[in-house]
């Protein structure tokens, strides 16, 4: 049992798609946090199947950080999770976990829960990976 990590899914069904306002309220908040640590973000919000809602992009982002952001909110949607506790399983030794489809192994990706269900994901991506978290928590905590 050496080096066993639990990531385990988060115990929230899914809810109804967030809507569009919803996901604006939220990329909002965070591309505030994005410019108050005066990082170039780009910040994906996605449904509960994963579809891009909405993405905000500064104007001085790198373009290649669209997939990226795209990527993490998938992920953390998808196996219901923050895409940290993959990060941090590979950062473990459980390496097996990148042969898993749509998997991102890097901090910045967060479900989106209102009323106890997941209701989508936001994705952060331009900083460094500990900053793209500190977005994307900014963002999801407007709905607490």
Do not use: W
């Not at 309220?25 to 449904?47: C, H």
């Not at 909405?54 to 909110?73: C, M, N, P, T």
């Not at 192994?105 to 209102?114: K, M, N, R, S």
């Not at 009323?115 to 989508?120: H, L, M, R, Y």
């Amino acid at each position: 049992m050496a080096n066993k990590v639990k990531s385990p899914q988060m115990p929230n069904p899914y809810g109804l798609n967030i809507n569009l306002a919803t996901a604006k309220k939220i990329a909002l908040a965070a591309a505030e946090e994005g410019e108050r640590i005066s990082v170039n973000a780009i910040i994906a919000i996605v449904d509960t199947g994963g579809h891009l809602v909405y993405l905000e992009r500064f104007d001085k982002a790198q373009f290649g950080s669209i997939d990226v952001a795209i990527h993490k909110a998938r992920c953390s949607v998808a196996y219901k999770r923050p895409t940290k506790a993959f990060e941090e399983a590979v950062n473990s030794g459980k390496i097996s976990l990148l042969t898993l489809d749509g998997i991102c192994a890097v901090e910045g990706g967060l479900p989106i829960v209102q009323s106890g269900k997941i209701i989508g994901a936001i994705g952060v991506s331009g900083g460094t990976v500990q900053e793209d978290g500190q977005i994307a928590t900014a963002g999801v905590s407007t709905l607490k």
